[in-house]
C-alpha cells in the first residue's frame, strides 16, 4: 500500500510539473524563452519539481483557509454577541452537507486514471491508499484552521479536538455513503439534480437558522460527533472490504473521457448542458411564423428550454424562502427592521454579488457551444460578422428573458419589504427594483460578450484560454468588491442603469468588430 502511495504521489508531482511548466510557455514573456528542451532539462526541471508539492500543499491550505474565514467572517460579521455558538452551528451544518456533497473516492480523475489504467496499479490497495492518504491531508489542513479560527474566536482547545474528529468522522461516513448509492443505483447520487438541489436547499435553511435566533448547542454538537465516530468505525470496515473498485472506476470512466478532462466533474457538466431525448421535440407553433436565424436561435431555446429554465426556477424558489425568513424577522426580531432599512438604503451593493450567483449566463452559454456552435464555427459563414452579430442580439433576448425570472423575484421581494417597513419613497422603491433589473440584464450581456470575444471552449468543454478565465475571475471580485460599497440605493441604480445602457452599446460594438476573429474553435 505505501508503494502504491509513493508511486501515486510521484505521479501527482510529475503532472503538477508539467503543467506548471507548460503554463510558463504559454506566457507572452516566457514562450520564446523557454522551449521543449526543458522538459527533459535536470536543472530547471528538478527545481520546478521540488516546488511542485510546496504548491500543491499551499493551493490545498488556501482553498481551505478561505473556507473556514467564510465561516468566521459570517460569524463575526453578523452575529457578533453570538459569535462561538454562531461559528460553530455554521460549521457543523457545513460539515454535515460536506458528509454529502464533497466526496473524493469516485471522482472519475486524470490521477485515478493513471494509477489504475494506465499504470495498471493494484485496485484494492491504491484505493486503501487514497482513503487513508485523504484522511492524513484532511486531518493536516482542517487542523490547522480549525486551531487558528478556534484562537480568534478564545474557544476553549477541547472544541478545537471536537471539530477536527467531526471532519474526519464525516468524511469517511460520506465516503461509504456515495459508494453505498453508487452499487445500489449505479450512478453518483449528486448527478441527480432533483435529490441533490433537495439537499442543498435543507442545508440551507439550517445553516441559515441563527437568523432567526436558533442554534443548535455546542454539547449536542459533542453528542453527535461521538455518535458519528461510532458510525465512522463501521463506515471504515465498509470501506476497507471493498474489492471491486478498479471495476467500478472503469464503469465512471465511460460516462467521459477523464484524459480530456479538466477536473473531477466535467461529466457532470457536460450532463448538465446535454439535451434530453424528451426536449428534442418542439411546438411547432412556437417557430413555425419565425425565419432567418431567429428560427435558428427559436429551435435551439426550445430544445434547452428544460436546462435553461430549471435553474432559474430553482433561483426563484430559493428566493422566495428566502424572502419568506427574512419577513418573519421583520416582524419577531427586535430592530431587524431598522437593519433590514438601512441594508436597502445603503448596501444595494451586495446585489451585485447575489445577481452574480443567480445568473445562468456562464451555463447558458456551455449550452450554446457544446449543443450547436462547436459544431456550426467550421462552417465560414457561420463566423461572418453580419451572421455573429445577428445571432448575438437574437440570443440576447432570450438570455435576458431567462435571467429575469429569479431578478423579478428578487426584485418584487425587495419591494415588499419595503412596503412592510412603510417606505413611502416611490422612487426609492422603484430604483431598487430597477437596479436588481439592470444587474440581471448587465450580467446577461457580460456572459455573452466574453463568451463571443474569447470564445475559451474546445469541444469537451475545457477552458483553453487564460483572458477567459482572467475575465471571469474579474467578474467575480468585481462584484465581491461591491459587498463593501456604502451608496445611497437610488444614487447606485442610477448609476447601475447608465453603465448597463453604455456597456450594451459597447458590446455591440465589440462584437461586431472583433468575433469574426476570435469566435472560433478551440
Given at each position: 500500500?505505501?508503494?502504491?502511495l509513493k508511486?501515486?504521489l510521484?505521479?501527482?508531482?510529475t503532472y ?7 503554463i510558463?510557455?504559454?506566457l507572452?514573456?516566457l514562450?520564446d524563452?523557454i522551449?521543449d528542451d526543458?522538459y527533459?532539462?535536470n536543472?530547471?526541471?528538478s ?14 491550505l ?7 474565514f ?12 453570538n ?11 457545513l460539515?454535515?452537507l460536506g ?15 493513471f494509477?489504475l ?7 484494492t490497495s491504491?484505493f486503501?491508499m ?5 484522511q ?6 482542517n ?5 487558528f479560527f478556534?484562537?480568534l ?7 478545537s479536538?471536537i ?5 474526519i468522522?464525516t ?6 455513503l456515495?459508494i453505498?448509492f453508487?452499487?445500489?443505483q449505479n ?18 435553511v439550517f445553516i ?6 436558533i ?13 458519528l465516530?461510532?458510525?465512522?468505525i463501521?463506515?471504515l470496515?465498509?470501506?476497507l ?5 478498479k ?6 470512466s465511460?460516462v467521459?473521457d ?11 457538466k ?19 411564423k419565425?425565419?432567418?436565424?431567429d ?7 426550445a ?5 435553461l429554465?430549471r ?6 424558489v430559493?428566493?422566495v424562502?428566502v ?7 421583520i416582524?419577531?426580531?427586535?430592530n431587524?427592521?431598522k437593519?433590514?432599512?438601512?441594508f436597502l438604503?445603503?448596501?444595494?451593493g451586495?446585489?451585485v454579488?447575489?445577481?452574480?450567483i443567480?445568473?445562468r ?5 456551455q449550452a ?5 456552435d462547436?459544431?456550426m ?14 445571432l448575438?442580439?437574437?440570443?440576447l433576448?432570450t438570455?435576458i428573458l431567462?435571467?429575469l ?9 425587495n419591494?415588499i419589504?419595503f412596503?412592510l ?5 416611490l422612487?426609492t ?10 444587474l440581471?440584464?448587465?450580467f ?30 474579474g467578474?467575480y471580485i468585481?462584484?465581491y ?6 451608496m445611497?440605493?437610488?444614487i447606485?441604480?442610477i ?5 448597463t ?6 458590446a ?15
Amino acid at each position: 500500500m505505501f508503494h502504491n502511495l509513493k508511486e501515486s504521489l510521484d505521479i501527482d508531482i510529475t503532472y503538477t510539473t508539467n503543467s506548471i511548466i507548460f503554463i510558463l510557455r504559454k506566457l507572452p514573456i516566457l514562450k520564446d524563452l523557454i522551449t521543449d528542451d526543458i522538459y527533459s532539462s535536470n536543472g530547471i526541471k528538478s527545481l520546478i519539481r521540488f516546488i511542485a508539492p510546496i504548491y500543491l500543499f499551499f493551493k490545498m491550505l488556501v482553498i481551505k483557509f478561505f473556507y473556514y474565514f467564510f465561516i468566521f467572517f459570517v460569524a463575526y460579521r453578523y452575529f457578533p454577541s453570538n459569535l462561538i455558538r454562531t461559528y460553530y452551528h455554521l460549521f457543523f451544518f457545513l460539515t454535515i452537507l460536506g458528509m454529502f456533497i464533497n466526496n473524493k473516492l469516485l471522482n472519475t480523475s486524470k490521477k485515478n486514471y493513471f494509477s489504475l489504467i494506465l499504470f495498471h496499479m493494484e485496485a484494492t490497495s491504491y484505493f486503501r491508499m487514497n482513503i487513508l492518504w485523504n484522511q492524513i491531508i484532511n486531518l493536516v489542513l482542517n487542523s490547522i484552521c480549525i486551531i487558528f479560527f478556534n484562537s480568534l474566536i478564545m474557544a476553549p482547545i477541547k472544541y478545537s479536538i471536537i471539530l477536527i474528529l467531526l471532519t474526519i468522522f464525516t468524511r469517511l461516513i460520506g465516503e461509504s455513503l456515495n459508494i453505498m448509492f453508487y452499487k445500489k443505483q449505479n450512478y453518483i447520487w449528486y448527478s441527480n439534480t432533483k435529490l441533490y438541489g433537495t439537499v442543498l436547499l435543507l442545508g440551507l435553511v439550517f445553516i441559515l437558522l441563527p437568523f432567526i435566533s436558533i442554534y443548535i448547542p455546542i454539547k449536542w454538537i459533542v453528542s453527535i460527533t461521538i455518535l458519528l465516530g461510532i458510525i465512522s468505525i463501521f463506515s471504515l470496515k465498509y470501506l476497507l472490504s471493498i474489492k471491486d473498485y478498479k471495476q467500478i472506476f472503469q464503469r465512471l470512466s465511460q460516462v467521459v473521457d477523464v484524459m480530456n478532462s479538466k477536473n473531477d466533474k466535467d461529466y457532470l457538466k457536460q450532463g448538465m448542458v446535454a439535451i434530453r431525448d424528451k426536449d428534442k421535440s418542439i411546438n411547432n407553433k412556437k417557430i413555425n411564423k419565425k425565419k432567418g436565424y431567429d428560427f435558428f436561435n427559436a429551435i435551439f431555446f426550445a430544445r434547452h428550454k428544460e436546462i435553461l429554465l430549471r435553474s432559474a426556477k430553482k433561483y426563484s424558489v430559493i428566493s422566495v424562502v428566502v424572502y419568506s425568513i427574512l419577513i418573519y424577522l421583520i416582524f419577531n426580531k427586535t430592530n431587524f427592521d431598522k437593519d433590514m432599512l438601512n441594508f436597502l438604503y445603503n448596501r444595494m451593493g451586495w446585489f451585485v454579488a447575489i445577481m452574480y450567483i443567480v445568473n445562468r449566463g456562464a451555463i447558458i452559454t456551455q449550452a450554446m457551444f457544446f449543443n450547436c456552435d462547436h459544431a456550426m464555427l467550421n462552417y465560414n459563414f457561420y463566423k461572418t460578422p453580419k451572421v455573429i452579430l445577428e445571432l448575438f442580439k437574437k440570443r440576447l433576448q432570450t438570455v435576458i428573458l431567462v435571467n429575469l425570472i429569479p431578478a423579478f423575484t428578487i426584485g418584487i421581494g425587495n419591494t415588499i419589504i419595503f412596503i412592510l417597513l412603510k417606505e413611502t419613497n416611490l422612487i426609492t422603491i422603484a430604483t431598487s427594483f430597477l437596479f436588481v433589473i439592470v444587474l440581471s440584464i448587465f450580467f446577461s450581456i457580460h456572459y455573452l460578450v466574453i463568451y463571443y470575444l474569447l470564445q475559451p471552449f474546445n469541444k469537451k468543454l475545457e477552458v483553453k484560454k487564460a483572458s477567459y478565465s482572467i475575465a471571469t475571475l474579474g467578474t467575480y471580485i468585481f462584484s465581491y468588491m461591491m459587498t463593501s460599497v456604502i451608496m445611497n440605493s437610488t444614487i447606485l441604480s442610477i448609476l447601475g442603469i447608465l453603465f448597463t445602457i453604455g456597456y450594451a452599446g459597447i458590446a455591440l460594438l465589440l462584437v461586431y468588430k472583433f468575433a469574426p476573429k476570435t469566435f472560433k474553435l478551440n
